[in-house]
């Protein structure tokens, strides 16, 4: 039973070892590749860049798909990057290799690399190398003399030996703001600096500050930045390129350096922008190209041009004179560059005549030489030359070095000349021959003249170098042909020939018209004339005093001329006179007189100045002003009257320059300031000034004051005189003798018998009377004389009646008898006792009025004047009779009646 | 490698007080435009005024001690400045090369200025040395100075800086010796008068 068992199971066993082996064959293949990993690893560095490289294991030869490997960098233990590389399989058996660049100098601190595999989830086993870092005895600041481009954040470690103690970072002429320390492990510190300025001389210091320091250098900068690359020729041999370069540098030492055309050697280094290289110039196109690097980086430029279209060429050398002239001068050059005698050129000749520039061009194949015409003779000139290629303009050569040459002698220029006539003079004047007009120095000038009736018969004067007139004594009756010639070593010049006119008194005259300058000239215009068939002469000289004429000469068909002379004075007047040049003498066109600019006249330009006074009206003249004192022209005249007493200031002018006085009128009596002024274009100017006193209001009244008088006592004085001497006559035709009243009883009252009816007085009316006459009047004369005519008083004493007592008689009066007492000294009268206060002008009214007769006081009127005499009246004033019943109390009522006053004689 | 050969001559007998007081007028002057120097420099390369260089000394010859004779004094003044010399002009051509050249402004003038009259302060003390019997024989020699300098910029920047304050720090120290040179004179005249006079008596 056991062996059959036994039998039965070989065949089980069997089967579960041969699939057992199917299972281990299988899983021997997977454990194959799980062992595939990286060998050979090694890890080196370059700067702050770290490289690895690595093998696969042969086990990795089992691989049919991308195999993946894993890398982590760590930066002193501590994990910093991680990477993968993919490694397909035809890859697989080959050498690996990856890089990576640490922000810290490897000296800083360990860097270490892992690699692992993985395929399909399955990771191999962690390897690893590692770089260790610096271990130094003394401190150090890594990286050291490393370049920087400016924008850029660097990492700066400080590396301490054992012991020492980290105190501070810091990188010269940046701020901590833009620093930051960290630290990396014990002894290593980090600083990481945004970089955002140049070095600014040599390299910027990274400090670790101990004791001593320690530190490195950093070269911060730019990296090249080339532009405007262009490039030409100038030998036809080599290409000749500049630049522009801005900012590309780097201190000393790491500066861009340029190269042109790929070419190894350097062409050029910062700040140079421009160099050359000997090339083959033919007529195509290249790009021509230049290569600027340093060590922050590199950078192509280039410019596309064909050289035998931009040759710049070198300036002609050797420029000499050939043949020197008096108005010509050839001139010849060599090139430098053999080549150019093969261009077709264009050449120009700067020729500096004192300042002066004038270009002459000149063409030709090879050109040079150059023939200079129109030159001034005794001349000194300076030229200079530069040239370009006729075609394809590309830039002129710089100019030559300049070269001085003088042009020979010659005859003198014709003499400018004009004529002034003088009274019987005439006086020839030409202008000073100028140094480029005289040719050499002027020996003497010869003056001809004949009369333009005897031609054949000429007269003829040397004058000195320095004389430029000749007046002559001629009959000015008679026109003189005149003409002058100059006289240098060469010879003498053409002659200058003027045809003097004959004076002729009845010739036609020019008005004159005024002119102003402007900005220190006369623009002066005329109407064309038929007969200035060689053109017209302008001068002018002042107007008054000498004349020293100047002229000008313009063509004929120039009509206007702006006239500057430096001889021109602000102020003085000039008469300028626009001539026809004819065949024969000139004829005076038109003559003006003018300021070429008005100047204020000073003070003081009125003569003589005189006021007088004319009722109220103040009249102020002055002498006429002559031209030679007007600085302007005059506009007319203006005249101030300051009020000395309210400092008011009122004026009167005129528009007349001719005017020699002005009135003030309407003034006041006062003190007066009276100022005379000129009104010009300029202003009120040339103020003369004089004061005066108005009194007429004062002695004309006073006058007139003292005549009325002295004529109203003249006329008393007659009529009193007539009137005494025909007193009796007047007595007895005025005042005719009135037969005496027969009283028929005496006593107390005088009037007993008078019709007292008449009158109608209260006894308080009676009574008040004496309040009216609280001062006593003084006796009226006319009662005292009257003595024997108690019914008759006169208010006239001297002679004055009033009318109505020639024509009525007296009527009765009754009067009340009233005890008022008698005035002391006066005769003792029934009448004025009754009357004491004479100071009443009490007036009768004759006839039918004689019940209403009453005293009345005159308003307004003193008593003495009332006392002395009539005071006409023009108005018989009245009072209402009911003003005593209003008022019971009044000193003096009258009741239904009115006191009338005299009238005046004159109505 | 130090040398020193003399003639066994008493120095200071014939030492003109002129030449002693114009060397000092110079050596004061120096020291003033060294000063100046300094102060350009750490300007232009940012140092602060207490920036930290090593204390060691550049220059090798004995300190000056009162023991020695006026002629050993001179000669070691003379020669502690003669290296100076030879320090500062290759600072000068390591500096254009290194940290860049070509500039003219104060700093180069003032340099330029430095040397020139450490040239004239040498021909004095040489003088000076000369008529006391010393032998200027430069110790150590010019090939025995370590004068290339770092190659780090920062070191280098470090070096020049020492060598500047070196030579202040020698011209100072001639201002001393040399002020302090007349009285020593006085007193050797003295003593070589006493000898003289007992040796006479002594004949």
Same mark, same amino acid.
């Given at each position: 039973?056991?062996?059959?068992?036994?039998?039965?199971?070989?065949?089980?066993?069997?089967?579960?070892?041969?699939?057992?082996?199917?299972?281990?064959?299988?899983?021997?293949?997977?454990?194959?590749?799980?062992?595939?990993?990286?060998?050979?690893?090694?890890?080196?560095?370059?700067?702050?860049?770290?490289?690895? +490289?690595? =093998?696969?294991?042969?086990?990795?030869?089992?691989?049919?798909?991308?195999?993946?490997?894993?890398?982590? !960098?760590?930066?002193?233990?501590?994990?910093?990057?991680?990477?993968?590389?993919?490694?397909?399989?035809?890859?697989?058996?080959?050498?690996?290799?990856?890089?990576?660049?640490?922000?810290?100098?490897?000296?800083?601190?360990?860097?270490?690399?892992?690699?692992?595999?993985?395929?399909?989830?399955?990771?191999?086993?962690?390897?690893?190398?590692?770089? &260790?870092?610096?271990?130094?005895?003394?401190?150090?600041?890594?990286?050291?003399?490393?370049?920087?481009?400016?924008?850029?954040?660097?990492?700066?470690?400080?590396?301490?030996?054992?012991?020492?103690?980290?105190?501070?970072?810091?990188?010269?002429?940046?701020?901590?703001?833009?620093?930051? #320390?960290?630290?990396?492990?014990?002894?290593?510190?980090?600083?990481?600096?945004?970089?955002?300025?140049?070095?600014?001389?040599?390299?910027?210091?990274?400090?670790? =500050?101990?004791?001593?320091?320690?530190?490195?250098?950093?070269?911060?900068?730019?990296?090249?930045?080339?532009?405007?690359?262009?490039?030409?020729?100038?030998?036809?041999?080599?290409?000749?390129?500049?630049?522009?370069?801005?900012?590309?540098?780097?201190?000393?030492?790491?500066?861009?350096?340029?190269?042109?055309?790929?070419?190894?050697?350097?062409?050029?280094?910062? &700040?140079?922008?421009?160099?050359?290289? =000997?090339?083959?110039?033919?007529?195509?196109?290249?790009?021509? +190209?230049?290569?600027?690097?340093?060590?922050?980086?590199?950078?192509?430029?280039?410019?596309?041009?064909?050289?035998?279209?931009?040759?710049?060429?070198?300036?002609?050398?050797?420029?000499?004179?050939?043949?020197?002239?008096?108005?010509?001068?050839?001139?010849?050059?060599? %090139?430098?560059?053999?080549?150019?005698?093969?261009?077709?050129?264009?050449?120009?000749?700067?020729?500096?005549?004192?300042?002066?520039?004038?270009?002459?061009?000149?063409?030709?194949?090879?050109?040079?030489?150059?023939?200079?015409?129109?030159?001034?003779?005794?001349?000194?000139?300076?030229?200079?030359?530069?040239?370009?290629?006729?075609?394809?303009?590309?830039? %002129?050569?710089?100019?030559?070095?300049?070269?001085?040459?003088?042009?020979?002698?010659?005859?003198?220029?014709?003499?400018?000349?004009?004529?002034?006539?003088?009274?019987?003079?005439?006086?020839?004047?030409?202008?000073?021959?100028?140094?480029?007009?005289?040719?050499?120095?002027?020996?003497?000038?010869?003056?001809?003249?004949?009369?333009?009736?005897?031609?054949?018969?000429?007269?003829?004067?040397?004058?000195?170098?320095?004389?430029?007139?000749?007046?002559?004594?001629?009959?000015?009756?008679?026109?003189?042909?005149?003409?002058?010639?100059?006289?240098?070593?060469?010879?003498?010049?053409?002659?200058? #020939?003027?045809?003097?006119?004959?004076?002729?008194?009845?010739?036609?005259?020019?008005?004159?018209?005024?002119?102003?300058?402007?900005?220190?000239?006369?623009?002066?215009?005329?109407?064309?004339?038929?007969?200035?068939?060689?053109?017209?002469? !302008?001068?002018?000289?002042?107007?008054?005093?000498?004349?020293?004429?100047?002229?000008?000469?313009?063509?004929?068909?120039?009509?206007?001329?702006?006239?500057?002379?430096?001889?021109?004075?602000?102020?003085?007047?000039?008469?300028?006179?626009?001539?026809?040049?004819?065949?024969?003498?000139?004829?005076?066109?038109?003559?003006?007189?003018?300021?070429?600019?008005?100047?204020?006249?000073?003070?003081?330009?009125?003569?003589?100045?005189?006021?007088?006074?004319?009722?109220?009206?103040?009249?102020?003249?002055?002498?006429?002003?002559?031209?030679?004192?007007?600085?302007?022209?005059?506009?007319?005249?203006?005249?101030?009257?300051?009020?000395?007493?309210?400092?008011?200031?009122?004026?009167?002018?005129?528009?007349?320059?001719?005017?020699?006085?002005?009135?003030?009128?309407?003034?006041?009596?006062?003190?007066?300031?009276?100022?005379?002024?000129?009104?010009?274009?300029?202003? =009120?100017?040339?103020?003369?000034?004089?004061?005066?006193?108005?009194?007429?209001?004062?002695?004309?009244?006073?006058?007139?004051?003292?005549?009325?008088?002295?004529?109203?006592?003249?006329?008393?004085?007659?009529?009193?005189?007539?009137?005494?001497?025909?007193?009796?006559?007047?007595?007895?035709?005025?005042?005719?003798?009135?037969?005496? &009243?027969?009283?028929?009883?005496?006593?107390?009252?005088?009037?007993?018998?008078?019709?007292?009816?008449?009158?109608?007085?209260?006894?308080?009316?009676?009574?008040?009377?004496?309040?009216?006459?609280?001062?006593?009047?003084?006796?009226?004369?006319?009662?005292?004389?009257?003595?024997?005519?108690?019914?008759?008083?006169?208010?006239?004493?001297?002679?004055?009646?009033?009318?109505?007592?020639?024509?009525?008689?007296?009527?009765?009066?009754?009067?009340?008898?009233?005890?008022?007492?008698?005035? &002391?000294?006066?005769?003792?009268?029934?009448?004025?006792?009754?009357?004491?206060?004479?100071?009443?002008?009490?007036?009768?009214?004759?006839?039918?009025?004689?019940?209403?007769?009453?005293?009345?006081?005159?308003?307004?009127?003193?008593?003495?004047?009332?006392?002395?005499?009539?005071?006409?009246?023009?108005?018989?004033?009245?009072?209402?009779?009911?003003?005593?019943?209003?008022?019971?109390?009044?000193?003096?009522?009258?009741?239904?009646?009115?006191?009338?006053?005299?009238?005046?004689?004159?109505? | 490698?130090?040398?020193?050969?003399?003639?066994?001559?008493?120095?200071?007998?014939?030492?003109?007080?002129?030449?002693?007081?114009?060397?000092?007028?110079?050596?004061?002057?120096?020291?003033?435009?060294?000063?100046?120097?300094?102060?350009?420099?750490?300007?232009?390369?940012?140092?602060?005024?207490?920036?930290?260089?090593?204390?060691?000394?550049?220059?090798?010859?004995?300190?000056?001690?009162?023991?020695?004779?006026?002629?050993?004094?001179?000669?070691?003044?003379?020669?502690?400045?003669?290296?100076?010399?030879?320090?500062?002009?290759?600072?000068?051509?390591?500096?254009?090369?290194?940290?860049?050249?070509?500039?003219?402004?104060?700093?180069?003038?003032?340099?330029?200025?430095?040397?020139?009259?450490?040239?004239?302060?040498?021909?004095?003390?040489?003088?000076?040395?000369?008529?006391?019997?010393?032998?200027?024989?430069?110790?150590?020699?010019?090939?025995?100075?370590?004068?290339?300098?770092?190659?780090?910029?920062?070191?280098?920047?470090?070096?020049?800086?020492?060598?500047?304050?070196?030579?202040?720090?020698?011209?100072?120290?001639?201002?001393?010796?040399?002020?302090?040179?007349?009285?020593?004179?006085?007193?050797?005249?003295?003593?070589?008068?006493?000898?003289?006079?007992?040796?006479?008596?002594?004949?």
């Amino acid at each position: 039973m056991v062996l059959v068992k036994g039998i039965m199971m070989i065949p089980w066993l069997l089967l579960v070892s041969l699939f057992c082996k199917s299972t281990q064959d299988g899983n021997g293949q997977e454990s194959g590749v799980l062992h595939c990993g990286a060998q050979n690893l090694k890890l080196t560095n370059s700067s702050q860049m770290i490289l690895l +490289t690595w =093998e696969d294991t042969p086990s990795c030869s089992a691989v049919q798909d991308v195999l993946i490997y894993e890398l982590e !960098v760590l930066i002193a233990d501590k994990k910093e990057h991680y990477d993968e590389v993919a490694v397909t399989p035809d890859q697989i058996g080959s050498s690996h290799s990856w890089n990576w660049t640490s922000y810290l100098a490897l000296e800083c601190a360990s860097h270490s690399v892992r690699l692992r595999s993985r395929y399909k989830n399955h990771t191999s086993q962690w390897n690893q190398e590692t770089l &260790p870092g610096l271990e130094t005895s003394k401190a150090e600041v890594y990286p050291k003399d490393k370049h920087f481009q400016v924008g850029s954040t660097a990492t700066f470690c400080c590396v301490l030996p054992a012991g020492d103690v980290f105190d501070k970072m810091s990188l010269t002429e940046y701020s901590s703001a833009d620093m930051n #320390t960290t630290r990396i492990s014990n002894q290593t510190y980090a600083l990481t600096v945004h970089l955002n300025q140049a070095s600014k001389y040599s390299c910027t210091d990274v400090k670790c =500050e101990l004791n001593p320091d320690v530190g490195a250098c950093a070269y911060i900068g730019y990296p090249p930045n080339v532009t405007d690359l262009q490039c030409e020729t100038r030998d036809l041999q080599s290409v000749d390129c500049h630049w522009t370069d801005k900012d590309s540098s780097l201190p000393f030492k790491s500066v861009t350096e340029y190269h042109l055309l790929e070419s190894p050697t350097i062409c050029a280094k910062w &700040p140079e922008t421009r160099c050359s290289q =000997e090339v083959r110039v033919d007529a195509r196109e290249r790009n021509w +190209t230049l290569t600027a690097s340093n060590p922050l980086g590199e950078v192509k430029l280039s410019d596309t041009a064909d050289l035998t279209k931009r040759v710049h060429m070198f300036p002609p050398e050797g420029v000499t004179v050939l043949s020197v002239n008096a108005r010509n001068v050839s001139l010849e050059w060599k %090139w430098t560059v053999q080549q150019y005698y093969n261009l077709s050129l264009i050449c120009q000749v700067n020729i500096n005549n004192h300042g002066e520039n004038t270009i002459s061009e000149y063409f030709g194949v090879g050109l040079n030489f150059a023939v200079l015409n129109d030159l001034i003779p005794n001349w000194t000139y300076n030229v200079a030359i530069r040239c370009r290629t006729a075609q394809h303009f590309w830039k %002129w050569s710089s100019w030559s070095t300049n070269v001085n040459f003088h042009t020979k002698g010659d005859v003198p220029d014709a003499l400018d000349v004009w004529m002034q006539v003088m009274d019987n003079q005439i006086i020839t004047i030409w202008k000073m021959p100028l140094a480029n007009q005289s040719h050499g120095h002027i020996e003497d000038y010869e003056v001809t003249w004949t009369k333009t009736t005897e031609r054949e018969r000429q007269n003829r004067t040397k004058v000195a170098p320095n004389n430029f007139s000749l007046a002559l004594s001629l009959d000015t009756t008679v026109g003189h042909i005149v003409t002058v010639t100059a006289r240098n070593i060469n010879g003498s010049s053409a002659p200058s #020939t003027i045809t003097i006119p004959s004076s002729n008194p009845d010739g036609t005259r020019v008005n004159t018209s005024l002119i102003i300058g402007s900005n220190g000239s006369f623009n002066l215009s005329w109407s064309a004339s038929p007969t200035a068939s060689c053109g017209y002469i !302008v001068d002018w000289c002042p107007t008054l005093g000498n004349c020293t004429v100047g002229w000008l000469k313009v063509s004929p068909n120039q009509t206007n001329a702006s006239i500057l002379s430096k001889n021109f004075k602000d102020g003085l007047r000039y008469t300028l006179s626009v001539y026809a040049c004819t065949q024969e003498a000139p004829v005076l066109l038109q003559r003006r007189e003018g300021y070429v600019r008005e100047k204020k006249i000073q003070d003081g330009l009125f003569k003589s100045v005189k006021g007088q006074q004319q009722d109220w009206d103040y009249e102020v003249s002055w002498e006429p002003i002559s031209r030679r004192e007007q600085t302007a022209f005059i506009q007319g005249y203006v005249l101030y009257c300051l009020d000395n007493n309210n400092n008011k200031v009122i004026n009167f002018s005129t528009d007349n320059p001719e005017a020699t006085s002005l009135t003030a009128r309407n003034l006041k009596n006062g003190s007066y300031i009276f100022t005379v002024k000129a009104r010009t274009a300029v202003g =009120e100017c040339g103020a003369t000034s004089i004061t005066a006193t108005l009194n007429l209001l004062t002695d004309n009244l006073i006058g007139t004051v003292f005549i009325s008088l002295a004529a109203v006592f003249g006329l008393l004085s007659l009529i009193t005189i007539v009137c005494y001497r025909h007193w009796t006559c007047i007595k007895d035709t005025v005042y005719p003798p009135i037969p005496k &009243p027969v009283l028929t009883s005496t006593g107390e009252h005088g009037c007993r018998n008078f019709q007292v009816d008449q009158c109608h007085y209260s006894e308080a009316d009676i009574m008040d009377v004496p309040e009216l006459y609280c001062r006593a009047g003084t006796p009226i004369n006319g009662f005292v004389s009257q003595e024997n005519m108690p019914f008759v008083f006169s208010q006239t004493p001297k002679g004055y009646y009033n009318q109505p007592l020639k024509k009525f008689t007296p009527p009765p009066l009754t009067l009340p008898s009233t005890a008022i007492p008698s005035q &002391p000294g006066l005769p003792s009268s029934p009448f004025r006792r009754e009357f004491p206060n004479a100071s009443y002008n009490l007036i009768m009214q004759p006839g039918n009025q004689q019940s209403n007769f009453c005293p009345e006081l005159q308003e307004g009127t003193s008593l003495e004047r009332s006392s002395d005499g009539y005071q006409p009246h023009g108005h018989p004033e009245t009072f209402a009779t009911n003003q005593t019943e209003e008022d019971p109390d009044s000193p003096m009522s009258c009741v239904s009646t009115y006191i009338l006053l005299p009238q005046s004689s004159s109505r | 490698m130090a040398a020193r050969r003399t003639r066994g001559m008493t120095g200071g007998s014939d030492l003109s007080r002129a030449t002693v007081a114009r060397a000092t007028a110079i050596a004061e002057l120096l020291r003033y435009e060294c000063s100046i120097l300094l102060e350009l420099y750490r300007k232009k390369e940012s140092f602060t005024a207490d920036v930290t260089v090593t204390e060691s000394r550049l220059v090798s010859v004995p300190p000056p001690s009162s023991q020695l004779e006026t002629r050993d004094k001179l000669w070691c003044l003379h020669s502690a400045l003669l290296q100076c010399r030879s320090f500062l002009e290759r600072a000068i051509t390591k500096e254009e090369e290194q940290l860049g050249g070509g500039k003219k402004g104060d700093y180069e003038t003032q340099r330029k200025m430095v040397k020139e009259r450490l040239s004239l302060l040498l021909i004095n003390t040489g003088e000076l040395l000369k008529t006391a019997g010393g032998v200027m024989i430069l110790t150590p020699s010019s090939e025995g100075l370590e004068l290339d300098g770092p190659t780090i910029l920062f070191e280098l920047k470090l070096w020049v800086y020492r060598i500047f304050e070196e030579v202040d720090y020698w011209t100072k120290t001639a201002i001393t010796t040399l002020q302090a040179l007349p009285s020593v004179i006085a007193k050797e005249r003295a003593r070589t008068t006493r000898v003289r006079s007992t040796r006479s008596a002594r004949r």
